[in-house]
C-alpha cells in the first residue's frame, strides 16, 4: 500500500503486476538494442547501408502490425502469444551468426514477436485498468519501461564483451520465455481474442480512425516521440564508436539516456497543475532545442553526449504521458482493432526518419541524423495544441 501510494496508483487493480510484467519482456526487448546497431554496421560496412538495413526491417514490422488482429482472430491470445514467444527464440538462434541475412531474418523475428507478445500485454492492460485511472497508472508503467531500457542496453553490450555475441540473445530469450510464462500463470493471456468476428482486417478501420482528430492526434504525437528514440537507440551507439569510443561506452551512453524514463512519475505529478497539453508542448519543443544543440557542438563528441543525453531528458517528460491519449480517446469496443492501426507509429517512428537518413547520409555526416529528429518534435510541439484542455 505504502509503495502504491509512493508511486500515485492506490486503488488501480493490479496495476505494479502489469506494469512489471510489461517492464520485463521490455527489458529482453532492450538487451540486444545497442548491440543490434553496431553488430549491423560492423557486417554493413557503412551508416548509409545500415540505414537502408533498418528501413527494410521498418517495412516488414509494419506488415507484421497489420497483420496482428488478422492473426489474433484465428489464433486467439495464447497461440499468438506462443507464436510470438516461438519468434523471439528463433530470433536469439540467428542473431549470433555473421551474415547479413540471418542477421534480417533475426530482426525481423525479433520485432513480429516482441510485437505480438506486447501488444496482447497491452490489450489485456486496457481492459484491466480504468481509462479514468489510465494517466497515473501510465506513468509509472513507462517508469518500469525505463528501467527496462536504463538496464538493457549496458547489460546487451556487457554481456556480448564479456561472454561473447549469443550471451545477450541468450538472456533475451530468457527474460521473455519468463514474462509469457508469468502472464499464463497469472491468467491474463486468457483464451479471448480481443476482435470482434470479421474484424480482422485492420485496414477496414482506416477511415474511421483518420476520422477521429482526438485519435489523430494521438498518433502523430506517439509518432514523432517514437521517431526520437529509435533515432538515439540506433546512431547514438554508432555515433560513439565512430568518435573513439568503446562498444560499452556506447551501451552506457543508451542506458543513461534511457533512464531518465524512470522519473516518468515525477514528470507527471510536477505537470499535474499545468495540463497534460503544456506539459506536452514544453517536452517537445525542449527535445528539439537540445537535439539541435547537440549537432551544433557535433565535433566535441564529450559535450555532443551530454547534449544528447540533456535531450533524453527532455523527451522523458514525454513518456509521462505515454498512450494516455489513445487509451482516453479509444472506444472500448475498437481496442484490439485500433490498437493494431496505433502501434504502427511504432514501425513508422523506424520508416520515416530511416527513408530521411537513407538519403541524407549520402551527403551528410552522420549527426544530420540528430538534426532531423529534433525538427520532428517540433511538430509534436504543434500537435500537441490540440490536446483537449480536461485531459
Not at 55 to 67: H, M, P, S, T, V
Not at 288 to 310: E, K, N
Request: hydrophobic share 55%; glycine share 10%.
Amino acid at each position: 500500500m505504502r509503495l502504491a501510494r509512493v508511486l500515485n496508483i492506490e486503488g488501480i487493480p493490479n496495476a505494479f503486476e502489469l506494469a512489471t510484467i510489461q517492464g520485463l519482456l521490455i527489458l529482453a526487448l532492450a538487451i540486444p538494442v545497442t548491440v543490434l546497431p553496431l553488430h549491423a554496421l560492423e557486417l554493413l560496412g557503412s551508416t548509409q547501408q545500415v540505414s537502408v538495413f533498418f528501413l527494410c526491417i521498418g517495412i516488414a514490422g509494419l506488415g507484421g502490425a497489420l497483420a496482428f488482429p488478422f492473426m489474433l482472430e484465428r489464433l486467439g491470445r495464447p497461440r499468438l502469444a506462443f507464436a510470438g514467444l516461438g519468434g523471439i527464440l528463433m530470433s536469439a538462434l540467428l542473431f549470433p551468426l555473421d551474415d547479413a541475412l540471418a542477421l534480417f531474418v533475426a530482426v525481423v523475428l525479433y520485432v513480429w514477436g516482441f510485437f505480438s507478445v506486447d501488444l496482447i500485454f497491452n490489450i489485456v492492460i486496457m481492459e484491466r485498468i480504468e481509462r479514468r485511472s489510465f494517466v497515473r497508472f501510465e506513468a509509472v508503467r513507462m517508469s518500469l519501461l525505463g528501467v527496462a531500457f536504463a538496464l538493457g542496453p549496458w547489460a546487451g553490450v556487457k554481456l556480448a564483451t564479456d561472454i561473447g555475441t549469443a550471451a545477450p540473445f541468450a538472456a533475451m530469450a530468457a527474460l521473455a520465455l519468463t514474462t509469457v510464462a508469468w502472464g499464463f500463470r497469472r491468467r491474463l493471456v486468457t483464451a479471448g481474442k480481443g476482435v470482434i468476428p470479421g474484424h480482422g482486417n485492420p485496414l477496414r478501420f482506416i477511415p474511421r480512425f483518420m476520422k477521429q482528430p482526438r485519435l489523430r492526434v494521438a498518433y502523430v504525437l506517439a509518432l514523432t516521440r517514437s521517431s526520437w528514440w529509435a533515432t538515439f537507440f540506433t546512431y547514438a551507439p554508432i555515433y560513439c564508436v565512430n568518435n573513439g569510443f568503446s562498444a560499452e561506452d556506447a551501451g552506457i551512453v543508451v542506458s543513461l539516456g534511457s533512464f531518465f524514463v524512470v522519473l516518468a512519475p515525477l514528470w507527471g505529478k510536477l505537470g499535474a497543475p499545468f495540463g497534460m497539453r503544456r506539459l506536452l508542448i514544453a517536452g517537445y519543443l525542449a527535445t528539439a532545442v537540445t537535439a539541435l544543440a547537440m549537432v551544433a557542438m557535433a565535433r566535441l563528441p564529450d559535450i555532443c553526449i551530454v547534449l544528447g543525453l540533456v535531450t533524453c531528458l527532455c523527451a522523458s517528460w514525454l513518456d509521462s504521458v505515454g498512450n494516455a491519449p489513445f487509451v482516453r480517446a479509444v472506444h472500448p469496443h475498437e481496442r484490439a482493432e485500433m490498437m493494431s492501426l496505433y502501434t504502427t507509429y511504432r514501425e513508422f517512428g523506424r520508416i520515416i526518419p530511416q527513408g530521411m537518413f537513407t538519403v541524407a547520409l549520402l551527403v551528410l555526416p552522420l549527426p544530420a541524423v540528430f538534426a532531423i529528429g529534433g525538427l520532428g518534435m517540433t511538430i509534436g510541439a504543434w500537435y500537441s495544441r490540440y490536446i483537449p484542455k480536461r485531459y
